[in-house]
């Protein structure tokens, strides 16, 4: 067995994430659904057995985030392990004690529906009207979750750190908890044949927490494949005296991080942040508020999803290994990016193509394409756009998948009627599915990426003059310059 280890970190991968466990559930849903799509839930699910002798599937997943984020399931007695903490605790002191209790955040409607066993299509509610009112991702999470998975950061002191502020950060957390020796390696020693680590994380509040955890899982798995989705804001290309400082210190911090991957991670799908994708089209069709996350999660993981299907399915005759092989056969950098479309109708539009991870077109050098659902006259169009998209590339580096429908959860946003057609089969059960396109490549793109943040580098220290070991920045101008070149190092590596 090839099981996958899954690390998410930050608010935004932990909203994907959320959607993308809920997603993993549908396929054991029914023996068609595992059956059509061929998914082996132990490559991602561990057993976890109660007191009572309850088995209980749960995701080989390392979960961090900020305590505050963590909304009504902070309690390990929300994931179906019993926390007998208030009853047994016992203290040797003698004299008088204060308890300071906090209020216990209530359970979002869906969770509470959930409990009672009654899905949201069957309680009578509008599903619309259930998801106006998200606050957290656990409002709409429908899996249990090893206690030793979900990984509380504290939010004192999170924001606006520097990048060594950031990785000290991990190495108190990693102190403290054992992270590392604890929950890291009970999860991989669960494991008969670990393919590899599928990271997802925010750099603009995890970076150099994610540097920190990839550089003592590196000390310990040195051979290991890890595939890496990183989001970035993809700041503005040049630093101008109107810059704040806290933004500035976001920007390079980003910069170090896309450079330290280079050594730490086998491939990085760099994503950009959604405030970056052009939402107009999207929402046209979706009919989805733009600035919702919950909204914004949910298309990017049904993307995520789909390109990392084949590392799921015992069908594909992939793993982690050959598929980063695959995208770095033509390019001395590892790093690639992120293209689909969440299409809630049997067309394939070309024009309907997003790309998570830049504004610009490119030069694909390889690919990994998985389309879901499509009808035959679809699958013709596709074709027909691939073999003019990539004339220019070789068949090697190109790689094509094709399989069922993507399953939509009740907890998955809800389309206007007019977006999708479902039949009334469909409406009538609570696993509807749609058709996905979505691909990861390696392409010119990545190469303008790494020049944006060298020329952002190059641009502070020409401007300012003013780093030095004491700066706001925490880096001297020894050090920014030496980020600038390796930039530009890299840059050059991925013109393919």
Known sequence: MKEIL???????????????????????????????NQINPSISFCENVNEEGTATLCPRALIFDRKAHFGSISSPGELGIHNNTRK????????????????????????????????????????????????????YNRLYYLSRSLQRVPDAGATNLTWLEEQATFDLYDKETDVIDGSLRRLVEDCDNL??????NDTNDFGGFIRGFLA???DEYLKLPSLTFPTISMGPRYISASTQDAEERALVNEALFL??????????????????????????????????????????????E???????????????????????????????????RLIPSQIFKKNEIM??????????????????????NSLQDYEKWSLLKNSAVAAPYIRSFHTTTYPLPTSFPSFPEAAVKFSPEQRSTTIRAVPVIASMSTSSNVALTLQNYAELVDQHIKSFGRLHPSSSMGLSSDELKDLADDLWRLNDGAQG
């Open 216 to 218: 003592c899982f590196r």
């Open 195 to 200: 393919q590899g680590l599928q990271l997802m």
């Open 88 to 139: 047994n605790t016992h203290s040797t002191w003698n004299g008088a004690m204060v308890e300071v209790r906090h209020e216990e955040i209530p359970k979002s409607h869906y969770q509470t529906l959930l409990e009672e066993g009654v899905e949201a299509t069957q309680s009578g509610e509008s599903i619309g009207s259930m998801q106006k009112n998200i606050r957290f991702w656990s409002d």
């Open 355 to 376: 790309n998570l991870s830049s504004r610009h077109l490119a030069q694909v050098f390889s690919q990994l394409d998985v389309t879901r659902g499509f009808s035959s």
């Open 306 to 340: 789909t390109a990392t299907l084949p590392l799921r399915q015992t069908s594909s005759g992939e793993d982690m290994s050959t598929i980063c092989q695959l995208l770095k056969c033509q390019n001395a950098t590892p790093y690639g990016e992120l293209v689909g």
């Open 259 to 304: 450079r330290d991957l280079s050594e730490l991670s086998t491939m990085n799908i760099v994503i950009q942040e959604p405030s970056f994708w052009p939402t107009s089209d999207w929402e046209r069709t979706l009919g989805w508020p733009g600035h919702s996350l919950y909204h914004q999660s949910a298309l990017l993981s049904s993307i995520y």
């Open 6 to 36: 899954y690390v998410q970190a930050g608010e935004l991968s932990n909203y994907t994430g959320t959607h993308f466990w809920n997603t993993q559930e549908c396929y054991m849903g029914t023996n068609e659904i595992e059956s059509l």
